[in-house]
């Protein structure tokens, strides 16, 4: 499926409000770790095609990064029907994967 890179906020909030279970990674061009685990989230976007995967450069798009209150890269926001339900801060796969597991399971249930 892939990993969309969003470049406003209008997208940002377009793509969030969709009924699917949404993950927002916000990162940086010069963060070394958001460069390490980019190529787990892509992965990580074709194993799970339920789940819509996107970006977004906190330092082109800052007005998204404020609304999402970033004060760390990377970070993994994830939404369901337009409401955050969680947050991973931190390149580490395990831990992304585990939420993005519940979160999956939870939105298939309800």
């Not at 404020?66 to 004060?71: A, H, M, R």
């Not at 390149?91 to 994967?97: D, I, S, T, Y």
């Amino acid at each position: 499926m892939g990993v969309e890179e969003l470049s406003s906020l209008q997208a940002f909030r377009s793509a969030v409000a969709d009924n699917m279970l949404v993950l927002v990674d916000a990162y940086a061009d010069w963060c070394g770790p958001c460069k390490a685990i980019a190529p787990k989230l892509e992965l990580f976007s074709n194993q799970y095609a339920n789940i819509k995967f996107f970006k977004v450069n906190v330092d082109k798009v800052p007005d998204v990064a404020q609304e999402l209150g970033v004060s760390s890269m990377p970070s993994f926001y994830l939404f369901q029907g337009g409401e955050y339900v969680d947050k991973v801060v931190g390149a580490n796969p395990g831990l992304l994967e585990t939420s993005i597991k519940r979160h999956a399971e939870t939105g298939a249930q309800g």
